[in-house]
């Protein structure tokens, strides 16, 4: 089995729960996630693959890192078993990123991060996890984002809850504002949400 590959490299993990941790980065291309609002604005191009790559080529690729990030694109559009077994195997630790919008339960992974782009029961079906990342969309007023959020209070089960400023395709972060005033709001009072960034590229790296 091959694999169809955006890139693969190793930087510090600039997102979530893990920032600043070593990491290899398998970005798998493909996205069948059409309905994605964020689409347009999706600041990588994971539908266009770069190469195709075997379990062994991909093993060599991320030797000397413990901590294997497997991310896209949409993941989960590719039998993944395989190659989280085979760095299972090689004593790598597996870490997954996908929007939910298929069911990963049972995946021998050791952390799982969520971050759905289409907020209907059939676009987002994997509904607990390690970390939930929300990505705010700029147009969303305060009322429409805290709808959203009560909502997935009530829907989904993780152990840490991001909002995270939706990045450019020119590498820039435009809401911040609007990201941290919810943050660091009174409606955040109990404190479920917290702040991410893309911290990687503030510090010069992928």
Known sequence: MKYPIAEIFHSLQGEGHFVGYPMAFVRLAGCSVLDCAIRRDCDEAPWKATSSLGVPEILSLVAGRAVVCITGGEPTDHDLVPLISALKDA????????????????????WLTVSPKVLTPTGFVQRSGHTLKLVVHPDWSEDRLWQILAELETTTTFFHRYLQPLTIV???AYNYEQVIAAVNGARNSRGLWALSTQAHRGWGLR
Do not use: A, Q
């Open 170 to 172: 020119s590498g820039g």
């Open 91 to 110: 004593g790598h630790r597996v870490h997954l990123e996908t929007s939910g919008v298929r069911s990963v339960e049972g995946y021998p992974i050791d």
